[in-house]
């Protein structure tokens, strides 16, 4: 059964899936993502706190606090971020499994927690997938339909509400697809940015050039 992070991992590109497999590799979790997760943790003291200078956020300490005030001031599920019923949960869905970091009970629904930057709005599709397959996962296991879920960016004091529409859904099940269909290397994505920080580039055989070696 695939996990959250195929899916993220497929929808960002199969072939980095594909070769992850191959090698049957986990990735290990960076001590600075272990950091940043656990702010999510401590927002009521961040937003007391008068210096931020030693906690590892990604801005300024005035942005931070700023981001984090229109956060609560916006969200009407602020008590249950802050306080979660439960975190680190691994769930068992009907199509896929993984962890999600906390599990709000008003109302009820997944969070996860990114510590990259996000998008200006909205989340990216990587994470908008594995959102959905942490909502589903949890609608399987609660028995009852699940419509939003939760995105935090702790390190920028960034929370966004994600509903499941049925293009975030669509989003979802063409992913799906493609990780079960996965048998031999799939096609190289277009976008080759994507292919400037991949431990897999050598292997993969990809080559990344600038635009004035181009010209």
Not at 95 to 104: E, F, M, N, S, T
Not at 189 to 209: I, L, M, P, Q
Request: proline residues 7%; neutral net charge.
């Amino acid at each position: 059964m695939p996990t959250f992070r195929d899916l993220a991992t497929a929808a960002y590109c199969p072939r980095q899936l594909y070769y992850r497999r191959r090698d049957d590799e986990t990735p290990e979790v960076p001590d600075s993502v272990v950091l940043r997760r656990e702010l999510a943790y401590e927002y009521p003291r961040l937003l007391a706190d008068a210096d931020l200078d030693d906690e590892p956020i990604a801005v300024t300490a005035t942005q931070y606090r700023s981001a984090l005030h229109r956060a609560k001031a916006r969200s009407e599920a602020w008590e249950s971020l802050v306080d979660p019923a439960d975190r680190d949960v691994l769930l068992e869905g009907r199509d896929c499994r993984g962890v999600a970091h906390k599990i709000l009970e008003e109302p009820v629904a997944p969070s996860l927690l990114f510590t990259g930057e996000p998008p200006d709005t909205g989340v990216w599709q990587p994470q908008s997938v594995r959102l959905v397959a942490a909502a589903l996962a949890l609608s399987y296991e609660r028995e009852r339909p699940i419509d939003i879920a939760f995105a935090e960016y702790p390190a920028h004091g960034v929370v966004r509400r994600v509903s499941l529409s049925a293009h975030r859904r669509a989003g979802y099940r063409s992913t799906l697809r493609t990780v079960r269909s996965i048998d031999g290397p799939p096609s190289r994505v277009r976008n080759r940015t994507k292919c400037e920080t991949c431990d897999y580039r050598d292997s993969c055989g990809v080559r990344t050039r600038s635009l004035g070696s181009l010209l």
